[in-house]
């Protein structure tokens, strides 16, 4: 089983910036579409940005101009850029192949912490 190790969350002001950054242990990151994931408290998981294995992108629209996901396959690494962050991004952060997007959470790291404060 692939693991996946994401850093990077923190506490932050609004306005502010945060680099994500998701390690896998495997070498099938590197064929495989990848994608960070949100959930805030009360609330379900959401999709926050996906990148292909050649590097096409998508965004959920309310972080569309403010972040920006990239990967380096050689370091089996996927990154989130977060600028400008707001309040309503406050959430754990998940990084995971977006054909595990429905799993249960068996299927997912332990993530890491965003929070936004005016």
């Known amino acids: 089983q692939v693991q996946l190790v994401e850093s990077g969350g923190d506490s932050v002001q609004a306005g502010g910036s945060l680099r994500l950054s998701c390690v896998a242990s495997a070498s099938i990151f590197s064929i495989n579409a990848m994608g960070w994931y949100r959930q805030a408290p009360g609330k379900q998981r959401e999709m926050v940005a996906t990148i292909s294995s050649r590097g096409t992108t998508d965004y959920a629209n309310s972080v569309k101009g403010r972040f920006t996901i990239s990967r380096d396959n050689a370091k089996r690494t996927l990154y989130l850029q977060m600028n400008s962050l707001e309040p309503e991004d406050t959430g754990v952060y998940y990084c995971?192949?977006?054909?595990?997007?429905?799993?249960?959470?068996?299927?997912w790291g332990q993530g890491t912490q965003v929070t936004v404060s005016l």
């Open positions: 995971n192949f977006p054909f595990l997007a429905t799993a249960t959470d068996k299927y």
